[in-house]
């Protein structure tokens, strides 16, 4: 059984940090092309940042150079360092395991920036 659970969200400041992570089970990991996407009330779901198996990796332009994802194989996670927080990244954020044709989603994890 797959399993991607989140961590890390929460209520931050504007122009603050926040780190989330995703944990994985059920799957060969280091095969798996890696993401985060978000959805904001009322808007559809959007990509945030991937990392291939490789380890490439390409983000939205709306969080280059303020959010960094990453991965550790050993530990079978796949993580998102988010600095300079602004309003807009208001959103739930989920974690995707891709490969081929196959999806894969966690349950997600609420990001709130607000003052």
């Known amino acids: 059984q797959v399993q991607l659970v989140e961590s890390g969200g929460g209520l931050v400041q504007p122009g603050g940090s926040l780190r989330l992570s995703c944990a994985a089970s059920g799957i060969i990991f280091r095969i798996y092309g890696m993401g985060w996407y978000r959805q904001a009330p009322g808007k559809q779901r959007e990509l945030v940042a991937v990392?291939?198996?490789?380890?490439?990796?390409n983000y939205a332009d709306s969080v280059k150079g303020r959010f960094t994802i990453s991965r550790d194989n050993a530990k079978r996670t796949v993580n998102l360092q988010m600095n300079s927080l602004k309003p807009e990244d208001t959103a739930v954020y989920y974690c995707n395991a891709h490969i081929a044709a196959s999806d894969y989603w966690g349950q997600g994890t609420q990001v709130t920036v607000s003052s």
């Open positions: 990392i291939t198996s490789g380890g490439n990796t």
